[in-house]
């Protein structure tokens, strides 16, 4: 019987396999009917002289073997660690070159861009819909409960129904008018995390001082969204809600990168990582779906609470389900991954004492009593500190890469690479090269301040994404992490105890817990 089960499984694995081949070439054929190929198969040398492009199966790359391709260079016997994805990413530029090809299961080709030209050249596409690759294990299980989900979400739909959901639902997120709202918002949930790491410290340290800025992440997104505060800074006890929606956004990114990178067996069987993905999504859907129709009932106040979840409940054409998993997929983005960029930020102003002497200088002018107002006007004053977060955000993102699927067939490197090809814009690595950016894996934030001497390169430092699949939450997220840090280094001189070591899960995390000093400068 445990042989018959096994053959099943292994002739239910051919077929899935079968079916993504399929899909993939129908897809190729597609495109290749209604795209020219005129010129996509010649490669242009600076002197104008014309040679053939170079066939795509040239294209450099590790050692791929049947069926795993190069999944071995993260297993036991390989020199790659899928927590450290992206120093493995570096590494292959390194050996390979500017492009390279990397084969995922099934032989799957994935090409990983890292010249700045070939870069824009993907970025700058004019596509009206840019095709990101989606989650897949969120997307099996969300297909998998119709009664919750229409659609898999705006982050994991494309074409026609991705603008729809993203017009229809997130336009409030950049208006002037929310802008002004986030900045007070901003201070007072600043304030309460003063308070709450100076009932927490001991002896002026804080252990795990990455949870208490998670928590101020889920407040403020929280704040903005839904226009009420959830309590998640409060002093003494958490609210059971805060707790349930820390716990489970934090380990449904975990539990993502596994589902990614790791072997796919949850799509024969429900494997822990898989159970556990369902059991973080059936969490937030759950806490989330009581808050609307909170809202909903109490539609008179939407308007005014917040003006985002005014546009997102009342849109017009939007099924009630695709306006949850709207307000899930905000809130999950916005925690740790805000969070995450504001510890590295600083961690950079705080490890670089020539740094945290000026952004202390500056903080201490402009913001000169903690009873100052802080206004849209003010923040432009803090030109020093923005500009440590554009080079913060340039030397340590979050988000390390940019994922497009071709629309058309491009050469990169003189290689020619087909229409529905995967490629990765590797924008953290190709950042770190000296020339595009000097002295390049220096925190620097001065190279930003003389806005002609800077060496712009618009499609590099674009942690947020770029184009019409940038981010919603963008204006946001850079008005959390530069009011936070201004108002932490105001109140605080911070240290922490050891440098931050990256890690990857899903997108670029410092590895907890981290222990703090923060001792109180007036």
Request: charged share 25%; with cysteine; glycine share 4%.
């Amino acid at each position: 019987m445990g042989v018959l089960k096994k053959l099943q499984r292994f002739i239910i694995l051919i077929v899935l396999h079968t079916q993504r081949v399929v899909s993939k070439y129908f897809i190729l054929w597609s495109f290749k009917i209604f795209l020219p190929e005129a010129e996509d198969n010649k490669f242009f040398l600076n002197d104008g002289d014309v040679l053939p492009a170079k066939p795509f199966s040239q294209i450099p790359g590790p050692l791929h073997v049947p069926l795993f391709g190069s999944q071995w260079l993260y297993s036991w016997i390989g020199p790659y660690f899928l927590d450290k994805l992206h120093l493995a990413n570096e590494d292959k530029y390194r050996k390979y070159g500017p492009v390279v090809k990397e084969h995922f299961l099934w032989n799957f080709p994935i090409i990983h861009l890292y010249d700045k030209h070939d870069i824009e050249s993907v970025l700058k596409y004019p596509s009206k819909y840019p095709i990101r690759p989606g989650l897949e294990a969120q997307i099996f299980y969300r297909k998998s409960r119709p009664d919750r989900y229409k659609s898999a979400g705006m982050v994991n739909v494309q074409g026609f129904e991705w603008q729809h959901l993203r017009s229809k639902l997130t336009t409030q997120l950049a208006s002037t008018a929310l802008g002004d709202h986030t900045i007070k918002q901003l201070c007072i949930i600043s304030d309460e995390l003063i308070e709450k790491i100076q009932e927490e410290r001991i002896e002026n340290i804080v252990d795990g001082f990455e949870k208490v800025i998670y928590r101020c992440g889920l407040e403020v997104i929280f704040a903005i969204l839904f226009g009420r505060r959830l309590g998640a800074l409060n002093k003494s006890s958490i609210p059971w809600i805060a707790e349930r929606l820390m716990f489970a956004t934090e380990n449904l990114f975990e539990v993502s990168h596994e589902t990614m990178y790791g072997l796919p067996w949850w799509k024969l069987f429900p494997t822990k990582s898989y159970k556990k993905l369902a059991e973080c999504e059936d969490t937030i859907y759950d806490v989330f779906t009581d808050l609307v129709n909170e809202a909903l009932r109490d539609d008179e106040n939407t308007e005014i609470q917040s003006p985002v979840l005014n546009q997102i409940l009342t849109a017009e054409g939007v099924d009630i389900r695709d306006k949850i998993v709207a307000l899930i997929d905000l809130v999950a983005a916005g925690i740790e991954t805000t969070g995450n960029a504001t510890l590295f930020l600083l961690h950079n102003i705080v490890s670089n004492q020539e740094v945290k002497a000026r952004v202390y200088e500056e903080l201490d002018r402009v913001l000169y009593s903690s009873h100052v107002t802080i206004t849209p006007q003010l923040l432009l004053e803090l030109k020093y500190l923005k500009a440590c977060v554009t080079e913060s955000l340039r030397l340590t993102p979050v988000a390390p890469n940019v994922a497009r699927i071709l629309e058309k067939s491009f050469t990169f490197q003189g290689y020619n690479v087909p229409v529905g090809t995967m490629v990765i814009c590797e924008t953290w690595v190709a950042s770190l090269q000296d020339e595009n950016y000097p002295d390049a894996k220096r925190f620097i934030p001065e190279r930003w301040l003389d806005a002609d001497n800077v060496n712009h390169h618009p499609f590099l430092a674009v942690p947020f994404g770029v184009g019409r699949r940038m981010c919603p939450g963008k204006r946001i997220a850079e008005h959390e992490m530069l009011i936070i840090t201004a108002k932490l280094l105001q109140t605080f001189d911070m240290s922490f105890q050891k440098p931050l070591e990256q890690v990857y899960k899903f997108l670029i995390s410092p590895k907890g817990p981290i222990r703090a000093t923060l001792q109180d400068r007036h």
